[in-house]
């Protein structure tokens, strides 16, 4: 069973960055694939970004395209977002998940296709 962490959040002026950290505990984290998720008060999660366990595959939504990117790297167990040109609308708790037995390219988006959660953490873009 894989255990998530979440860290990086915090408070940034609009147009800030931050980096958000995954890390992965348990076995095998090179063969899940991965994703980012957000929730903000009153909304339902929404997906941001994924990324297949090869590595090779990236998906992000219309929203943050061009804004955030995901990586990850297998040595150390984490994955990774980094956020760019921060709006408040990007204001949420981001959440990373992970998914086992896909095969290695294949980029999931819904909720319902990961197995496990981190537990999330608060960002906040306020002038």
């Known amino acids: 069973q894989v255990q998530l962490v979440e860290s990086g959040g915090g408070l940034v002026q609009p147009g800030g960055s931050l980096r958000l950290s995954c890390a992965a505990s348990?076995?095998?984290?090179?063969?899940?694939?991965m994703g980012w998720f957000r929730q903000a008060p009153g909304k339902v999660r929404e997906f941001v970004a994924a990324m297949s366990w090869s590595g090779a595959n990236t998906y992000y939504s219309d929203s943050v395209g061009g804004r955030f990117t995901i990586s990850r790297d297998n040595a150390k167990n984490t994955v990774y977002l980094q956020l760019i040109s921060l709006k408040p609308e990007d204001t949420a708790v981001y959440y990373c998940a992970a998914a086992s037995g896909q095969a290695r390219d294949v980029i999931l988006v819904e909720v319902y296709d990961y197995d496990y959660w981190g537990q999330g953490t608060q960002v906040t873009v306020s002038s």
């Open positions: 348990g076995p095998a984290f090179s063969n899940y694939a």
